[in-house]
């Protein structure tokens, strides 16, 4: 392949759930994901927690939570495995999103599956919505990661974060730094144009390739979209970085990264981890607020 042009195409399935119902959203997955295929998809990605929906109820009655719980799945579990095979089937990566199995309470999770079947990156959400009434019963993840996908043609390395991670800059960077090239980010809330704006600033400041994936009304908003880290041409004039955004509606968007051009990007240009200067960031490594600033 051209060193131009190595072509990175991801399936956006912003889809309706059938709220808590594993077989329903197993059915219109897989059919998602072979729609996608027909389409020239290397990837396709769902919103946050597709298994169940990123559903609410009413935690008054105990047997809700109880119900809720059953749900939650293991890597090994025939949901997930009939994921599995569709990939190996279609010869396609399956970026699939589902309430799991925590240590001691459920996860929100999302696992990256290549195109042979295999799991390549499973990651749990780090910072869970403590404040909301669904996600303060999640035990959240410790880390983020980042996995290299063989999707034929090329090698790209994938990192995921999910939904409220991408509003604290150190989730990209992270993963950034570990060599992301493309960062998967599952959804559920309302994309109104500021979210929009912080996200498209995740691809500027990493140098990396954003997909955003998220639910239709009347659910969310829709607005899934892709983000390309190229934000100026040799010339240095602005360029338009949204590769693709979809509307409000149910739909299967398609974002087409050339991972090359990205690549030749981040050679050339200053953002990423190029003029870093660490060492004077630990209060960003010690967390918690800084006081008051003293000589």
């Not at 599956?113 to 990651?123: A, N, P, S």
């Not at 809330?189 to 400041?205: D, I, L, N, P, Y």
């Not at 660490?278 to 607020?289: A, F």
Request: negative net charge.
């Amino acid at each position: 392949m051209n060193r131009l042009e190595s072509l990175f195409t991801v399936a956006l399935a912003q889809l309706r759930p059938e709220p808590l119902d594993l077989d329903a959203n197993r059915i219109r997955g897989i059919a998602a994901c072979r729609s996608a295929r027909d389409h020239g998809a290397d990837l396709i990605l769902f919103p946050e927690m597709w298994s169940t929906g990123y559903t609410f109820f009413d935690k008054r009655h105990p047997e809700n939570i109880d119900r809720w719980r059953r749900l939650a799945l293991v890597s090994t579990d025939e949901w997930i495995a009939d994921f599995r095979a569709e990939a190996r089937r279609l010869n396609m990566a399956i970026a699939l999103t589902y309430l799991g199995v925590g240590r001691h309470h459920p996860r929100n999770m999302v696992m990256v599956i290549d195109r042979k079947g295999e799991c390549v990156l499973e990651y749990a959400k780090v910072h869970t919505c403590s404040f909301a009434p669904l996600e303060d019963m999640l035990e959240p993840g410790e880390a983020f990661y980042v996995a290299c996908l063989d999707y034929g043609p090329d090698v790209v390395g994938i990192g995921a974060m999910i939904c409220f991670d991408r509003e604290f800059p150190e989730s990209a960077r992270v993963l950034m730094l570990k060599g992301a090239e493309i960062i998967l980010t599952p959804n559920a809330c309302m994309m109104e144009r500021h979210r929009v704006a912080q996200f498209m600033t995740r691809a500027f400041e990493n140098m990396t390739g954003m997909a955003l994936t998220n639910y239709p009304v009347p659910f969310n908003n829709g607005r899934s979209m892709g983000v390309s880290p190229e934000v100026f041409d040799v010339e240095e004039k602005s360029r338009n970085i949204i590769l693709a955004e979809c509307d409000d509606r149910e739909q299967l968007g398609y974002a087409v990264f050339n991972l090359a051009s990205i690549r030749v990007y981040r050679d050339r240009e200053v953002w990423g981890p190029k003029h870093r200067r660490s060492t004077s960031y630990r209060r960003i490594i010690e967390g918690g607020p800084s006081g008051v600033n003293t000589l």
